[in-house]
Nanobody, 121 residues
Framework: QVQLVESGGGLVQAGGSLRLSCARSGSIASIDTMGWYRQAPGKQRELVLSITAGGSPTYADSVKGRFTISRDNAKNTVDLQMSSLKPEDTAVYYC???????????????WGQGTQVTVSS
């Protein structure tokens, strides 16, 4: 069973930086995308940044130029480096993976438990 565990959230002042890390355990046959979503209070969950198996990133417009994503296939981790943080970045950040456990299984979405990021003004 695939599990995703996030770490690195916390409280930071506006303009500061944080790095989130997501570690995957459990076997998986193939991955379509891995990345990060976030959900602020009273809002829907939204894509922050994702990266395909081929290495192509997709950014939310609000984080372009401030956030970057990196993936370490050997360690089964995907990290989100956040810089120039703003109060509006405050949210619970979720690690996400779309993949299939075997080559005959349907594609499905896996989620971490979430980590809180709070940016103070």
């Amino acid at each position: 069973q695939v599990q995703l565990v996030e770490s690195g959230g916390g409280l930071v002042q506006a303009g500061g930086s944080l790095r989130l890390s997501c570690a995957r355990s459990g076997s998986i046959a193939s991955i379509d995308t891995m990345g990060w979503y976030r959900q602020a209070p009273g809002k829907q969950r939204e894509l922050v940044l994702s990266i395909t198996a081929g290495g192509s990133p997709t950014y939310a417009d609000s984080v372009k130029g401030r956030f970057t994503i990196s993936r370490d296939n050997a360690k089964n981790t995907v990290d989100l480096q956040m810089s120039s943080l703003k109060p509006e970045d405050t949210a619970v950040y979720y690690c996400h993976l779309r993949g299939r456990s075997t080559y005959f299984s349907p594609w499905r979405d896996y989620w971490g438990q979430g980590t809180q990021v709070t940016v103070s003004s």
